[in-house]
């Protein structure tokens, strides 16, 4: 599948959405945001019926950009609220059910980020400063650095002089009836935002790895089609997730021919995962070790040797491409 679009901002929701006082599936907090059955006219702006279908990846978001003037890995880090100005919102929240409407201070109602961190690229700025999204937060990135053990799992993708990442992705074949594991090189996803899974990722959706022998691989977002989606029908949408043949996934992201992109995932729609967990598809792995006799390369995949297609779970056999 061709690359599609970046994640650079919070995806709007492909139905119109309301504020229900009942704890949140996602979050820890007393409310959650649920779907109503309205197309949200953001969507239909965008010509929804026509955009191109992905599957939703349930990991954590990363970005391909420059750091030091080289190809470098970045994590997702919202800018979000202090104590103070949480309450606040959530108090905003409660009284309007909803978020709009709310007025921040940039200067004094956030929590200080790391030196490096950026604001994502379609964050809007007002005076100079990057302006909260409406559910409070400030988008943006960090680089993954070596010794920084909060993304200890993110620079497990990284080879051991971080040129090149581990991506999972269909094969090079069109009907994309296979998977495959390659290093590819971090200059070749340049402005590219991808979804790290794995073991230590959301619960691990997957079945990537065991505690023992941790698994975590890159995802570039909108390389997995959805095969037959529904068609943009909330009550299709959500028999979809439940019983149809290619819904044990996340959700779903639309890409509009405008660069907007749409989503719906189940917590919009109720729905827990099914039992069994999530789904990549059943289809073979294969494992190519990019750069051949490069020592180092082979001892970043020296851990795959040790795996069987119980490990990989839904993602079956694995084969090795030297």
Known sequence: MRSLGSVQHKIPCVFLTEVKEEP??????????????????????????????????????????????????????????????????KKHQHQHRSCRGFSWDVEEDFKIVPEAWIPALRVQHLNGHPVPDEHGHIPGWVPVQKDNKQYCWHGSVLDPEGGAVLVLRPGGDEDEEELEVSAVPLADQMERTLELIGTNVNGNPYGLGSKKQPLHLLVSHGSFGVRNPPPVDFHQISSWLREGPGGRVEGIVWHCSDGTLIKVHRHHLGLRWPDGGASLGERPVVVRVVGGENTDRKDLFSSFCRLNGQRFSRLQDVHFDS
Do not use: M
């Open 24 to 89: 949140s599936r996602k979050r820890d907090c007393q409310f959650q945001v649920v779907a109503t059955e309205t197309l949200n006219p953001v969507a239909l702006e965008a010509d929804i019926h026509g955009a191109v279908a992905t599957e939703k990846i349930d990991g954590t978001c990363c970005y391909v950009t420059l750091y030091n003037g080289r190809p470098h890995l970045w994590a997702r880090l919202d800018r979000k609220p202090n104590k103070q100005a949480e309450k606040r919102f």
